[in-house]
């Protein structure tokens, strides 16, 4: 399984990125039940965060909550890809952004919980 990230770049506070997670050697398809895919994030000098999370087996969301309201995951099975939708950027929410894919429907939120990671895409919010 690889995870490709991608969509990353520099937008000014207010405007809007979508991250895209492309997967190969995996199918993200409707029927492929037991699995979540998610967000986190990593600025400078921080702790990988838990951004966002989709349970496939019931398309249930979970965001974290200084996300909430403003990003939003998606996937299509057709490109086995899953989105972040990401608005009302803030400068805060500058960092690298990955994928991450775990077996399991059940989200979590631990970076250990995950046994297949994208590289990063670094979004920047300045002015």
């Known amino acids: 399984v690889q995870l490709q990230a991608s969509g990353g770049g520099l937008v000014q506070p207010g405007g809007s990125l979508r991250l895209s997670c492309a997967a190969s050697g995996f199918t993200l398809n409707y029927y492929a039940k037991g699995y979540a895919i998610a967000w986190f994030r990593q600025a400078p000098r921080k702790e990988r965060e838990w951004v966002s999370c989709?349970?496939?087996?019931?398309?249930?969301?979970q965001y974290a909550d200084s996300v909430k309201g403003r990003f939003a995951i998606s996937r299509d099975n057709a490109k086995s890809t899953v989105y972040l939708q990401m608005n009302s950027l803030k400068p805060e929410d500058t960092a690298f952004y990955y994928c991450?894919?775990?077996?399991?429907?059940?989200?979590?939120?631990?970076?250990?919980?995950?046994?297949?990671w994208g590289q990063g895409t670094l979004v920047t919010v300045s002015s």
């Open positions: 991450a894919l775990r077996s399991g429907s059940v989200c979590t939120v631990l970076v250990a919980g995950y046994e297949y």
């Open positions: 989709m349970g496939t087996s019931d398309d249930t969301t």
